[in-house]
Every structure is written in structure tokens, then in C-alpha cells.
């Protein structure tokens, strides 16, 4: 076999080559005015860290070459020119990062930038005196996204996104939501419903929401007016680490070990509530985040024999060992939220000890019991859709931390209209009003890209007098799907297949089919004939090399 690369680091190319008796012969390139060069070196962080696949593009003036990274620094010869305009690498999850204005004859070496790539379309409500980040969405229905074994997660399709009172006002009669699509997938948005959720102003209302496997979160509500805070809290290495789980202060117990694709040290955290809950009936509820790991890390973690633990719960029995008792308590569907684990009937023996273990990057903000598992006092109503405008917005500006260990967060109020990536390739709903779309669930979907917006108004008014002391907060509901471009995600290249709610698992196997009636024929034909935008021009000109 043979193999070439500047092994010399004198931007010239030299050849290995093992002969039939074994022995190692090099040839190196001693061409006469060899003219300038540079050479390109990629270490990935989220993507694997070899980068095998990975496009890069060097332009320097007229000269324009592209190749494709196989782990070893890559040559680029450049003539008479003097300096590199941009360095662009194409990484294989998608992302695009560009170097730019690089000086020659040099080694480049490109770490990847922290950058978002899949994850969740954005709910932002105006709160009075802005648009203000509420949290992600659907992180419960990633489409098609593999779980390393050959298979693809089995995905929810709905989820119901609690928002304060505090965060909605209405503006000019109407409350307005506005859902964003600022990552690099397709979202796939069939229904959407704002709901008025009333309840005693002394109760504070939790939903069962959260990310686990089958069988999914049944709608139910949770309900208390006292909170029981754990009287002690220890992780894996003994430290008390109760105060970071008294508010929600972006303070978490994170002292586990983990990596950039999202995958940590199996770490546990043992929670005390000494005392509470008598009777055996209790809820737990935790507030938190996930730095949610793709379907190329699932994949990469089981080809590795490394298998990544969803969070399960522990209790002690009588004889004061740990017994698991929930294999699958769910976490967080994404950025911070707040989930319920209903304990009532798993406590083993008096002991009201409880341990959390995974090695997913979880991080629990606050954590306390609701000392019942009844259903509150509460009432929801309907707030019907007025209007639902689709649009091209572009991108919030987002802050992640290079750490990885607090949520990103996004600046609705500034907004850019270019990104790192071009949407994926296919057919998008058109511009413009969307309301029949979104009003039922009939596969009838609007289907955002990159960059683009709905915007929703509710009418304030006609909702039910609130009963002496009482409070309105509200529900939304949002029933669809997203699918990232991540490389092992089941179609991750194109629009199609389109989803939809008959159908057994994605991708579908050949006997099931979209909807083939005359609505959705129409459906099609009317509302899917937005091509993909290209956000991102191309850095070749006409004429190109590409090796």
C-alpha cells in the first residue's frame, strides 16, 4: 500500500510506499520553483475529531481548490500568490466555518468553532416590553435521529411549553408568539394551540413533559403550594452540592468529566428529603437542561462499546440499598425546563432518599418534592389562532458558552440574516399566511428552513373571568417534528420524506406512504413550492479543480 502527505511539513507532498519484501520507500517532490503553499490540518470538537470527510475550499485570488480531509493535513499549492483570501471547511455534521485573509507557506491548523448546529425550533413570546426567549421545542420528536445501533429513536410529536404569566402580555388586543427555525434542520409543524391554563394563585402548576422512551409522557398536571427542598445533596465524588439546587441561579452540580459531543463520566447525584412525604405520595420536580448529545455521537459511543445511560432514579429499601426503581425518568426536552417524576408508590422503605445516574451532560438547576401526585385545581381554555404569518427572519444572536456547561441563549432583539450553513435541500411551505395549516392535526404541516419565522396572534379578549384569587398563566402546544442535518440522521439531506401521524416509526418502511388524498395532493401542489434558500454563497469560481 502507499500513502501521501507532506510528511516533511515543507508544503510538498511525499510519498510512502511498503514493497513487496516490506521495507518502507519515501519519494519526496523536489520540483524547481515550487512556488508558495499551505497546508490545512482540521481537529474537530463536535464532529469526530479526525474530521474524515470534511470539504475544504482554498481560494487565493483566481486559484481556487477544494479536497477532502482524510485525517492527514492536506496541500495546497499556490503559485506566485502571497496570501490565502479564505480557508473554508465544510465539516462533515454540516457546518461551515471559514478562515480567512491566512498568510502562505505555513501550516493552518483549524479547531472547530463552537457553533449550534441541531437542536429545536425557538419559542419567543413579547412579554410587554420585548421578545423574550421562552425555551425550545419538540426536542421530544427528533426525526430520524440514530440511537447507534443500527436503529432510530422512536419520537413524540407533541409537547406542551408552559409559559408565565409574566413572560406573555398582550400587545394591541393579542398575545404574540413568535416560533423561529435557527438551526441547521428542517421543522416540520402541524398544530399549534395557546392555551389559558387558570389555577390558585397560591399553586404553582408543573405538566409531565420531558424526553424519555416509550411508552411517552401521558398530559397530566402536577400541583402544590409547598415546595420540600432536599435537606442534603451529594454527587459521585461525596461533594455537597446542595446550595447550586436551591434556585435557579445557573448553578448545577458539574463536577463530572465530560466531552464537547454531549457524552460524560457515568455521574449520579443523591438527593435527601428527610422527613417528607409520609403517606408515600410525592412528585419530584427538577428544573434543568441538556446538552443534548446528536445521532453521530449515539453512533460513535456504540461502535465504541460505550453505552449512553438515560437517566434513571434510585431509592434505598429496607435494608438501606440502592434499587432502581424508574429505568427511564426522562430529562429535560432541551434548554431549561421544568419536569415532573411522579415517585408516588417507589419509595422501597421510610428512607426518602433519592439517586439520580446517567452519563448524559444533565445539568439540574433546582429540585425540590410536591408532598401529593393529585391533579390541581385548574381550568384550560382554548385561545383561538388569529393569524399565522410564515416569513424569512434570519438569525438571533446566540451566546454559547465555550465551556458547554450553561444553555445557549438568543437575542431575539438582534437579528442576522446570514448563517454558517444553507438550508436542507428540498421544498419548503410558501410565504405568507398559514393559520389553516396550523389549526389541525392532519398532517397538513407548515415546514420552516433555516432562518424562517412564524409569527402568531391570539385575541386577549373573550377568556373567562379569573375567580378571586386566581392567576392565569398559559400552555402552548405544539405537535410536529424536526430533523437535523447531522450525517447519521435517517434522511438528513433533504425535506422528504415528509412525516406524518400514521406512520409506524421513521424512516417508514416501504408499505406506509404520506397521505396520497386529493387534500393532501393539494397540499402539496399549493403550499410545498419554496425552494431552499441559499444563505451562503460559494467560495469556487467557474472552472474549478476539486481533488
Request: hydrophobic share 40%; net charge negative; charged share 20%.
Amino acid at each position: 500500500g502507499s500513502a501521501a502527505a507532506d510528511f516533511t511539513g515543507n508544503g510538498r507532498l511525499d510519498w510512502a510506499r511498503i514493497q513487496d519484501d516490506g521495507s518502507l520507500v519515501m519519494a519526496h517532490d523536489v520540483t524547481p520553483a515550487y512556488g508558495n503553499w499551505i497546508t490545512v490540518a482540521l481537529t474537530g470538537v463536535k464532529n469526530a475529531k479526525l474530521s474524515v470527510n470534511a470539504k475544504v475550499e482554498v481560494k487565493a485570488g483566481a486559484s481556487y481548490e477544494k479536497m477532502t480531509y482524510a485525517g492527514v493535513p492536506l496541500v495546497f499549492r499556490l503559485g506566485g500568490h502571497t496570501s490565502v483570501d479564505t480557508v473554508r471547511i465544510t465539516w462533515p455534521n454540516g457546518l461551515i466555518q471559514n478562515e480567512m485573509k491566512q498568510p502562505v507557506n505555513r501550516a493552518l491548523v483549524v479547531n472547530e468553532a463552537p457553533r449550534l448546529a441541531g437542536s429545536c425550533p425557538m419559542i419567543f413570546t413579547w412579554n410587554g416590553g420585548r421578545f423574550q426567549f421562552v425555551t425550545d421545542v419538540l426536542g421530544v420528536a427528533p426525526l430520524g435521529a440514530s440511537s447507534g445501533d443500527g436503529q432510530y429513536f422512536p419520537v413524540d410529536h407533541d409537547e406542551y411549553v408552559s409559559i408565565p404569566a409574566a413572560m406573555l402580555q398582550a400587545r394591541e388586543g393579542a398575545y404574540e408568539i413568535r416560533m423561529t427555525e435557527e438551526l441547521r434542520e428542517v421543522s416540520y409543524i402541524d398544530q399549534i394551540k395557546l392555551l389559558a391554563l387558570d389555577h390558585p394563585a397560591d399553586i404553582e402548576i408543573v405538566t409531565n413533559e420531558k424526553f424519555k422512551s416509550p411508552p411517552f409522557p401521558e398530559f397530566r398536571l402536577y400541583g402544590s403550594n409547598r415546595r420540600r427542598y432536599p435537606t442534603a445533596a451529594r454527587d459521585a465524588h461525596g461533594t455537597d452540592v446542595r446550595a447550586s439546587l436551591l434556585a435557579r441561579d445557573q448553578r448545577y452540580p458539574d463536577a463530572f468529566q465530560r466531552d464537547h459531543a454531549g457524552v460524560a463520566e457515568l455521574h449520579s447525584l443523591d438527593l435527601n428529603f428527610a422527613g417528607a412525604a409520609p403517606d408515600g405520595k410525592a412528585v419530584l420536580v427538577l428544573h434543568g437542561w441538556v446538552d443534548w448529545a446528536d445521532g453521530s455521537t449515539f453512533l460513535a459511543a456504540t461502535q465504541a462499546h460505550h453505552d449512553l445511560v438515560f437517566p434513571y432514579l434510585q431509592v434505598k429499601d429496607a435494608a438501606g440499598n440502592w434499587k432502581t426503581v424508574i429505568e427511564d425518568m426522562g430529562m429535560p426536552s432541551g434548554k431549561p425546563k421544568t419536569m415532573a417524576v411522579d415517585l408516588t408508590g417507589k419509595f422501597l422503605s421510610p428512607s426518602r432518599e433519592v439517586r439520580i445516574v446517567t452519563n448524559l451532560c444533565v445539568y439540574w438547576d433546582e429540585i425540590y418534592l410536591f408532598e401529593n401526585n393529585a391533579p390541581p385545581a385548574a381550568r384550560l381554555t382554548e385561545i383561538p389562532m388569529a393569524s399565522a404569518d410564515l416569513h424569512f427572519r434570519g438569525f438571533s444572536r446566540a451566546t454559547i458558552d465555550p465551556q458547554r456547561k450553561q444553555p445557549e441563549s438568543f437575542d431575539y432583539q438582534a437579528a442576522s440574516s446570514t448563517s454558517m450553513w444553507n438550508p436542507t435541500p428540498g421544498n419548503y411551505t410558501r410565504y405568507g399566511a398559514v393559520k389553516d395549516l396550523l389549526r389541525d392535526l392532519d398532517d397538513r404541516m407548515v415546514i420552516l428552513g433555516s432562518g424562517d419565522e412564524i409569527r402568531m396572534l391570539f385575541p386577549a379578549a373573550g377568556l373567562p373571568a379569573l375567580p378571586a384569587g386566581w392567576r392565569r398563566d398559559y400552555l402552548l402546544l405544539v405537535d410536529g417534528w424536526a430533523k437535523d442535518a447531522d450525517a447519521n440522521t435517517a434522511f438528513s439531506q433533504s425535506v422528504l420524506p415528509l412525516p406524518f401521524h400514521g406512520m409506524s416509526r421513521y424512516p417508514y418502511p416501504a408499505g406506509e406512504h404520506f397521505p396520497d388524498d386529493e387534500a393532501h395532493r393539494g397540499y402539496i401542489r399549493e403550499y410545498l413550492t419554496r425552494p431552499a434558500l441559499r444563505l451562503i454563497r460559494p467560495v469556487s469560481p467557474s472552472g474549478t479543480t476539486t481533488r
